[in-house]
Every structure is written in structure tokens, then in C-alpha cells.
């Protein structure tokens, strides 16, 4: 009893329901000696009859009856669900769940997936910041965002940013009292707002970049964040130093509440990309976030 065919238990289900032969064998793709092969080795296998043919069509006898009532239902759950599962892989519908760095997420991604939610309402989003790096499929993500060279070997990486900077900046306050830093070395000397990244196992240290020299300075001060925007909101009030990508500041500095210094040591970081574990049986939803996402402006 152990090894009965499913596949013939599926064929019986069918046949009940319809009640006609040519139509089950229709539904099924198969001819009707097929199916009746089928029947007749499933009720060998069971020991009993489940089917009477009459000249009006097909008919359950009483042991036939009782299987179909305890097993139709079960099988048209497993039907709605692989349709449902049919409707996910041909339209976007379902939740899509990404971790990402704030910066990410409200200069690339909101700005971008918010578009979509009007014409698929079916669709979902789950945006989580983390600066950490995150185990994407033991966390149960559909994909991550971190900058190029951050990037497991395994995953599959799709630019969705430019490259960009970061710079260092400071209020107009805060430089009425102090000198601009005009190497890094001489940010030791000034009031750095710090950032602790749980992925560097502590304060974050300040990269910089000119000719070919790279430098990494571990700043000091009166502040430390976890996350960046807070950093910038303590600068912009003039409390300190901020390390921050350039077009997260630049509408800032245009404006003139804030001043860039150390720009030739300003380092450029590759830009972000979405990635992922594989590109076998993406769902449709999965394949239009990637497609708006994608960054097409490459040089």
C-alpha cells in the first residue's frame, strides 16, 4: 500500500469528478486507454473497484465514493495553491523583501519601486535597513544592496547606482570657529561625527584617496551614530564633522549650509548593486523590481 502511484490517484480524482471518461482523459492530456490502464492498476493495487462504466458515462461505486470525498478536496488544495503559485511566476504579485543602507533606500530604491505600486497593487514591499552585512537567504530575503565591492563571489550582482563619493562637511557655525583640515591627519584635531558599523566591529574609520595614497583616519568626537542620517542632522547644526556620500550633502552645500573640505582626498566607492542567490525561477515580481532597478546609464 506503501508504493501506490499518485499519479493514478490523481487520474481517479479527475475521472470521479467528471464522471466522463473522454472528458478526464481530455483534461489530462492523455488518451482513454491511458486512463483506463491507469484506474484499472490503481484499483489492482488497492484490491478493490472504485469505478462503474455505464452507457451514460462513469460512476463511483460505494468504496470509490468514500476515496473521493476524503481525497477530492485535498487535491483541489494542491490544484488552487500550484495555480497560485502559476499566477506568481506570470504576474507581479506577492512581497518582495530587500535589506539595504538607508542611503540606498531613499535615494534608489523608494524613489524607483514607489512608481510601481499604483499599477501593481498585488505587490508588496518590505525595504529593511541594515548596515550589516546580512545573510540574505538564512534571513529569508529576496535581495540585498551593498556597494560593488562588497559583494559575496556567489551571488548575482546587478548595478543599480553610479559610482559615487564621499566627502567630508561641516556648517558654516562650525567653521567660525576652527580652521578647515586641509590633509586628513588634521581631522585628529577637529569634532568628528562617528559611525558604529556592527560589519567593521566598531567606529567606522574615514577612508580617503588622492594619487593612488590611501589613508583610513579612526576620527574622534563628541557624537556616535548607528545609522547615517542623524550624523548629518548633528552637522547641519553645526555640532561637527560628518562623513557622508556626496549627493546625500550636495543640495546642502549649494545652499550653503554646509562646506566640503578635504576634497581632493574625496574617495569614490563603486556604486550599489542589488544582489541575489540565483537567476533560476524568479517570480515575475522579483524580474520587474530587478528590471527597475537596473542602472542603464553606464559609461
Known amino acids: 500500500m506503501n508504493n501506490i502511484d499518485f499519479n493514478s490517484l490523481f487520474t481517479f480524482i479527475i475521472v470521479a469528478r467528471e464522471r466522463n471518461f473522454t472528458r478526464a482523459a481530455a483534461q489530462l492530456g492523455v488518451s482513454q486507454s491511458a486512463l483506463s490502464h491507469s484506474i484499472r492498476r490503481l484499483e489492482e493495487k488497492l484490491g478493490v473497484r472504485l469505478l462503474t462504466r455505464t452507457t451514460r458515462g462513469v460512476s463511483t461505486t460505494e468504496v470509490g465514493e468514500r476515496l473521493f470525498s476524503n481525497l477530492g478536496h485535498l487535491y483541489g488544495g494542491i490544484e488552487d495553491e500550484l495555480k497560485v503559485l502559476n499566477d506568481l511566476k506570470e504576474k507581479p504579485v506577492g512581497t518582495i523583501r530587500i535589506t539595504a543602507h538607508d542611503h540606498a533606500i531613499n535615494t534608489i530604491l523608494w524613489p524607483k519601486l514607489s512608481k510601481l505600486l499604483p499599477e501593481y497593487p498585488e505587490l508588496n514591499f518590505e525595504l529593511s535597513i541594515a548596515y550589516e552585512f546580512t545573510d540574505i537567504v538564512d534571513s529569508r530575503f529576496d535581495a540585498g544592496v551593498r556597494a560593488g565591492d562588497q559583494i559575496a563571489k556567489d551571488m548575482i550582482a546587478v ?40 560589519t567593521y566591529g566598531g567606529i567606522y574609520a574615514w577612508e580617503f584617496e588622492k594619487k593612488g595614497e590611501k589613508l583610513n583616519i579612526q576620527v574622534t568626537g563628541q557624537m556616535i551614530f548607528n545609522t547615517s542620517p542623524q ?32 576634497d581632493d582626498w574625496s574617495p569614490t566607492f563603486p556604486g550599489y548593486h542589488l544582489y541575489y542567490p540565483s537567476r533560476r525561477q524568479s517570480s515575475a515580481a522579483f524580474q520587474l523590481i530587478v528590471n527597475t532597478l537596473r542602472y542603464t546609464n553606464q559609461v
Open 231 to 262: 550624523g548629518l542632522t548633528a552637522a547641519l547644526d553645526g555640532y561637527g564633522l560628518c562623513y557622508a556620500p556626496e549627493d546625500l550633502v550636495q543640495e546642502s552645500i549649494i545652499k550653503g549650509d554646509l562646506i566640503q573640505v578635504l
Open 159 to 198: 548595478r543599480i547606482s553610479p559610482d559615487f563619493k564621499m566627502v567630508v562637511v561641516g556648517s558654516p557655525v562650525y567653521f567660525s570657529t576652527r580652521e578647515k583640515p586641509k590633509v586628513p591627519q588634521d581631522l585628529m584635531s577637529h569634532n568628528c561625527i562617528n559611525l558604529r558599523l556592527a
